[in-house]
């Protein structure tokens, strides 16, 4: 099992993230300061580093820099900061850490994206295991990773919550095929469809913003109206 180290000083934010990775079957250890992190850092090593950046005492960065400059550490880091401007996040990268997600987030987006780099560092064996087979789905300049639960267009890795992800793979699987809305709803889901639900239009509308921002001007969904959507 992943052991997470979530350095929030928020108690109710810090108490969220525990419950949702523990229900993703992670371990979680809380640190309520830059200070109570390093501690526990030099203490043990965890897996992944969930990090605010606007911490009392010692700071986001410089728990950055302590990791990367005199630990030495390749631990992976994801922060979480409700600066959202591209200068911070650029910033943010470069100084270190391995991703960042904005407040406020969505809590399926945060288990993704802790999922994927336990499984780049080698250290979730959810997915992607040791002898099992890589398959790939790609049309035009998307990429799907079926065992790796990743997509990247254009060369940018883009960050989907489970359901988007299931959508996008089913529709990339059979391109030339029209799914429908209550069959996708079925499938993905894995019960009945009321007809009233607009929750697969939302989940594409999703998925289409998200693709686009990657590879501007060029359809990867197409909508079948009166019947449902395809691959472009």
């Not at 209550?182 to 894995?190: A, M, R, S």
Request: aromatic share 8%; glycine share 6%; hydrophobic share 40%.
């Amino acid at each position: 099992m992943a052991k997470i180290l979530v350095v929030e000083d928020d108690a109710d934010i810090s108490r969220l993230l525990c419950r949702i990775l523990s229900k993703a079957g992670y371990e979680t250890t809380p640190a309520y300061s830059g200070t109570e992190a390093k501690l526990r850092l030099d203490m043990s090593e965890p897996d992944l580093i969930l990090l605010d950046l606007m911490l009392p005492g010692v700071t986001g960065e410089e728990i950055i820099t302590y990791v990367r400059d005199e630990l030495r550490k390749s631990i992976p880091i994801i922060v979480l900061s409700a600066k959202s401007a591209l200068d911070d996040r650029v910033g943010t990268i470069r100084s270190g850490a391995d991703d960042y997600i904005t407040k406020p987030f969505e809590p399926e987006e945060v288990v993704v994206r802790v999922m994927a780099a336990l499984r780049r560092s080698g250290a979730d064996s959810g997915f992607g295991r040791a002898g099992e087979e890589e398959r790939f789905l790609t049309y035009k300049r998307l990429v799907l990773s079926e065992s790796a639960r990743e997509v990247t267009v254009n060369g940018q890795m883009i960050a989907m919550t489970p359901h988007e992800f299931e959508i996008l793979r089913i529709l990339a699987e059979h391109p030339d095929k029209v799914f429908s809305r209550e069959k996708l709803y079925e499938q993905v889901w894995e019960n009945g469809y009321y007809g009233e639900d607009n929750t697969v239009n939302v989940h594409v509308s999703n998925i289409r913003k998200k693709i686009a921002a990657a590879d501007p001007g060029e359809e990867y969904i197409k909508t079948v109206w009166g019947i449902g959507f395809k691959m472009a």
